[in-house]
Structure formats: C-alpha cells, structure tokens
C-alpha cells in the first residue's frame, strides 16, 4: 500500500473494505489505482476478484506444474456401503468436466421425492454413473470391461445376503438383481463353499429385433412422466427365473435410474388392460404423472400381470 497511496486512502477512511482493498493491490499500479478505486465502489469483491485472476501474470511453469499434479482416485467406505471419488484437475479440463456433469444432470429422469433444487448433487452423481456406464457399454473389450457380481445361491433366493463386487465389496442381493439387466454384468452363482454353480449371464437377453420393436412400442421409459429414450433397457415385468417369458409382452422399457425404485425401494411394475405399464409405490397405490393422489387413495385398474421389473 506504500506504493499505492490512493487505495491506502480509501481503506483508512473506510471508502473500500479490506477484502476489496486485497484484491486491488493485485494488479493495480500507481498509474491506474485512481481509476481503479473508483470502478471498485460500484462492483462486487467477486467482480474485482475476477479481473485481478485475469489480470495475474502466469508463468508457463506455474501451469506445467498444475498440469502434473493432476489425479483422480476412488476408494469404498463404510463397510462397502459407499463409493468415494476425488478428481484435482487443472481448471480448464475441470470446466469442462463441469459442464457435462450439469449437462448431462438437467437430461436424467427426475427421481420421485427428488424434485426440487437440493438433489442437485444426487443428479449430479447419477450423471457420472451415467457417463461411466456409457463408456463400459462401448468398450471394445467386453472381458475387461465386465462388472463381476460373486453370489451365493441362498442369499440370492433369501434375498438379503451372499453377493460381492469382485475386486469389490459385499452388495445387496436386490442390487445384483438389478445389475443383471446390464449387459456388462456377469453373476458367478455358488455355494456355500465358494464352488461356481453357473457362470455366466442368469437373464435372458432379448433379441435385436424385439428390443427394436419394443422401443417403437414404448417410446421412452415406461415410469409415469419419464419417457426418456436415454438410459433405457428391457425389463421383465413377471421375473425370467419366477416362469416370466422373454417376449413382448411380458418386457417393458424402463431407465436405469426408475429400475432402483423396483428393487431398493420396493415398488412394482405391472402389465395394464391397456397394454400400458403400471407403476405401483410401495404402500400399493398406483404412481400417476402429476401430483400424487390423496392420501389412502389406490389407483388399481382391474386385472394385471404383476411382477417386478428385472430380469432375474
């Protein structure tokens, strides 16, 4: 401030505050500081923060040093329960990580409950799994790129136990299940020893002409006010292992995000007169697009072919 004594002045006399006054003296000079105090009454401490980022000098081997020091990792946590990932990019690269995460946010199906503005980060999740599952989908090796899911023959038919990521942790036995409509999972199905019982996919995978015909069919997903064309997969309304028939109309097209709702949160899809598909919450009331219906209510349309979508 010695050296600037017009916004010296101005911090003295209480005109420009400190956090103003710092980011001045980044880059102003004796020649443009009686200039400079004057812009800075009528803008924000953001506003001049940000000339004074673009007015910084940087050297090329500040920016070598950046570029080096990038890193990403991943870790599970809490018993297995969680996944961990922690990016430190150079800020260009990480702008534009930022902007296909938001992108791709504002284009997932909205998940029921999850409306407003404070699932912004959930959105942003699901983008990056999203952005992954894309990328193993396409990989030109299959072997590599599959997802190993071990589990044991009575915790799948328990459903509450005996499944494992290999090279990964213990998952819920619903989870497996929804993880075998991928098709980039596979399931080591064994005893209780450990010896493998099958190996392979345990779900049958429609042809390409009826995934074809079942996308002309249904549009989008079939979850009441989705339709999203993205993200979608074929799903067995009765399950394939429960006597479920792998043809049209016994598949519905569900997004990878609504098909957690059939598993981890306990809803159910179902056949309609109509040939539509119903979507049922877990107290049994049926899910409309729109504003829920009142409390107590059940919206049940007559006969339906009831069964979980999955392809277990």
Not at 65 to 94: I, K, T
Not at 272 to 286: M, Q, S
Request: glycine share 10%.
């Amino acid at each position: 401030l010695e050296h600037l004594p017009w916004i010296a002045e101005a911090l003295s006399s209480g005109a420009q505050g400190i956090d103003k006054v710092v980011e001045l003296t980044r880059f102003a000079t004796p020649e443009t500081e009686a200039r400079l105090v004057r812009w800075a009454a009528g803008v924000s401490g953001a506003a001049i923060r940000r000339r004074a980022d673009r007015a910084a000098r940087q050297s090329l081997a500040d920016a070598r040093e950046v570029d080096r020091s990038r890193s990403a990792g991943w870790w599970f946590y809490d018993e297995g329960r969680r996944f961990g990932l922690e990016a430190d990019l150079p800020a260009a690269q990480g702008a534009v990580v930022a902007r296909a995460l938001d992108r791709l946010a504002q284009e997932i199906p909205v998940m029921p409950g999850e409306e407003d503005a404070s699932y912004a980060e959930c959105r942003r999740a699901d983008a990056v799994v999203a952005l992954c599952s894309a990328r193993v989908a396409g990989d030109s090796d299959p072997d590599r790129a599959t997802v190993v899911v071990h589990a044991q023959l009575d915790g799948l038919e328990r459903g509450d136990s005996g499944c494992e990521l290999e090279d990964g942790p213990a998952i819920h036995a619903e989870t497996a299940r929804r993880l075998t409509c991928n098709a980039r999972i596979q399931i080591v199905v064994e005893d209780d020893s450990g010896e493998p019982l099958r190996v392979g996919r345990v779900t049958r995978e429609p042809p390409a002409w009826m995934l074809r015909q079942l996308r002309y069919r249904d549009h989008g997903c079939t979850f009441p006010g989705c339709g999203t064309r993205r993200f979608t997969q074929a799903h067995h309304i009765v399950w394939w292992r429960h006597g479920g028939t792998t043809d049209l109309d016994n598949l519905a097209l569900v997004c990878s995000f609504h098909h957690k709702l059939v598993h981890e949160y306990g809803w159910r899809i179902a056949r309609a007169p109509d040939d539509g598909v119903a979507w049922f919450r877990p107290d049994g009331t049926r899910h409309v697009a729109g504003p829920a219906p009142p409390s107590g209510v059940s919206e049940r349309d007559g006969p339906m072919l009831v069964g979980v979508a999955g392809g277990w």
